[in-house]
């Protein structure tokens, strides 16, 4: 059975970081597509970062370019989100994600087979 647990939400001012980490038990990850994506109150689940098989080739929303830093350790199953310079309208609901293909494009959360059961990030002064 394929689970995830995301943690390392929380509470921020703007301008500061958080990391999210993401442990994935069930399934390896060294062929497959991992990614983390947010949710906002009233608005569509969207991609944030995701990166695939063994080259690690990444996508990051143009939102988070520059800000954001997504790694993977394959020998710890584990997913990580460095998150820098954050801004209120990065407050969301982060989710972590794992698809069982490299289909294209990486992070269109449609193709996505497992998810966590999310954790908040709420950046405010």
């Known amino acids: 059975q394929v689970q995830l647990v995301e943690s390392g939400g929380g509470f921020v001012q703007p301008g500061g970081s958080l990391r999210l980490s993401c442990a994935v038990s069930?399934?390896?990850?060294?062929?497959?597509?991992i990614g983390w994506f947010r949710q906002a109150p009233g608005k569509e689940r969207e991609g944030v970062s995701c990166?695939?098989?063994?080259?690690?080739?990444?996508y990051y929303a143009d939102s988070v370019k520059g800000r954001f830093t997504i790694s993977v350790d394959d020998a710890a199953n584990t997913v990580l989100l460095q998150m820098d310079s954050l801004k209120p309208e990065d407050t969301a609901v982060y989710f972590c994600?794992?698809?069982?293909?490299?289909?294209?494009?990486?992070?269109?959360?449609?193709?996505?087979?497992?998810w966590g059961q999310g954790t908040q990030v709420t950046v405010s002064s």
């Open positions: 994600g794992l698809k069982l293909s490299l289909r294209e494009p990486l992070c269109n959360s449609h193709w996505f087979d497992y």
């Open positions: 069930g399934s390896t990850l060294t062929y497959y597509t």
């Open positions: 990166s695939a098989g063994v080259g690690k080739a990444t």
